[in-house]
Nanobody, 119 residues
Framework: QVQLVESGGGLVQPGGSLRLSCAAS????????MSWYRQAPGKERELVAS????????NYADSVKGRFTISRDNAKNTMYLQMNSLKPEDTAVYYC????????????WGQGTQVSVSS
């Protein structure tokens, strides 16, 4: 059973930092690209960052470039999102995502972790 479990969210002041983690299980995560998405209240879910299966290639939304860093540790089946210089507009529920082959291709999401940036 494919599972993605996020952790690390919380309340932080503007300019602060948080590191999110996504623990993957039930599939060989090292073989798959993975992504972080976020959804703010009243807004559509948006892609924040993606990372290739080996971690050699990454992509970021323009709004987070230079502030967020996506990484993964395939030995631990875990993906990370280091978020620095946080802004109030970064407030959202952050989701881990992977498209995985399990008999058929399926889209898998974590339960989400809340990030709130406020003074």
């Amino acid at each position: 059973q494919v599972q993605l479990v996020e952790s690390g969210g919380g309340l932080v002041q503007p300019g602060g930092s948080l590191r999110l983690s996504c623990a993957a299980s039930g599939f060989p995560s090292r073989n798959y690209a993975m992504s972080w998405y976020r959804q703010a209240p009243g807004k559509e879910r948006e892609l924040v960052a993606s990372i290739s299966s080996t971690g050699s290639n990454t992509n970021y939304a323009d709004s987070v470039k230079g502030r967020f860093t996506i990484s993964r540790d395939n030995a631990k089946n875990t993906m990370y999102l280091q978020m620095n210089s946080l802004k109030p507009e970064d407030t959202a529920v952050y989701y881990c995502y992977a498209r995985v082959w399990v008999a058929v291709w399926g889209d898998y999401w974590g339960q989400g972790t809340q990030v709130s940036v406020s003074s």
